[in-house]
């Protein structure tokens, strides 16, 4: 396991469309990290997971935005109806429980809403 | 106002030069303050890790934490083309919301180290 792994690394969609994303983070790890990045910007906290239970999300997170980790293992980011303004780049991040230095990044998987 | 906030640049030095990037913030509750590198289309990568004041060396890399001014700075020493990048400055209060630790970043400084 080396590292978080996203997938997929590009994606375009109409306006409108459903996506999703998913994460693997390194096996360890019992907290998961979704985060958002627009050009310019640095990453936006969007929700966090501890094991399976999602216990912290952003006003960011609109109710189309929905996020599960089933199982605690990898986890899905899923963008209903997209609108432009959705196209980023989605981050995932994982860390130990307890672990405040910072966490492992994945390379993220960066939306273009068309 | 932002709880963090990082010049943009963009910053372009010559082979060998010192480079100092820098952050100030407002949240007094802050405690934990990391570095992280970007490179382009790509994840960032933690770089350094300091708790509360003071600094902390690893190699060419010196980060300093200044809470009473709340100003933190990351100094490259003997710049790289390699270290040419995008670097976020982070932070992280000691508990916030349910325990997530979640950071807020700054905007980024793109860094370019000319041959």
């Known amino acids: 396991d080396t590292g978080v792994s996203q997938d997929p690394r590009h994606k375009i969609t109409k306006r409108g469309q459903n996506v999703t994303f998913r994460c693997d983070p390194i096996?360890?790890?019992?907290?998961l990290y979704w985060y958002r990045q627009t050009l310019g910007q640095g990453p936006e906290f969007l929700t966090y997971?501890?094991?399976?239970?999602?216990?912290?999300k952003s006003r960011l997170l609109s109710d189309r935005f929905s996020a599960e980790r089933p199982k605690g293992s990898f986890s899905t980011l899923e963008i209903q109806r997209t609108e432009q303004g959705d196209s980023a780049m989605y981050l995932c991040?994982?860390?130990?429980?307890?672990?405040?230095?910072?966490?492992?990044f994945g390379s993220g998987t960066r939306l273009t809403v068309v | 106002q932002k709880e963090v906030e990082q010049d943009p640049g963009p910053l372009s030095v010559p082979e060998g030069a010192i480079v100092s990037l820098n952050c100030t913030y407002s949240?007094?509750?802050?405690?934990?303050f990391m570095w992280y590198r970007q490179y382009s289309r790509k994840g960032p990568e933690l770089l350094m890790y300091?708790?509360?004041?003071g600094n902390k060396e690893d190699g060419r890399f010196t980060a300093q934490v200044d809470k009473s001014s709340k100003y933190i700075s990351l100094f490259i020493r003997d710049s790289q083309p390699s270290d040419s990048a995008t670097y976020l400055c982070?932070?992280?209060?000691?508990?916030?919301?349910?325990?997530?630790?979640?950071?807020?970043f700054g905007k980024g400084t793109k860094l370019s180290v000319i041959p």
């Open positions: 997971f501890q094991n399976e239970a999602q216990l912290e």
């Open positions: 300091t708790y509360s004041s």
């Open positions: 991040a994982s860390s130990f429980a307890g672990w405040t230095y910072g966490y492992t």
């Open positions: 096996s360890e790890h019992n907290r």
């Open positions: 949240n007094s509750a802050f405690q934990y």
């Open positions: 982070a932070m992280s209060a000691v508990n916030s919301g349910a325990g997530s630790y979640q950071l807020t």
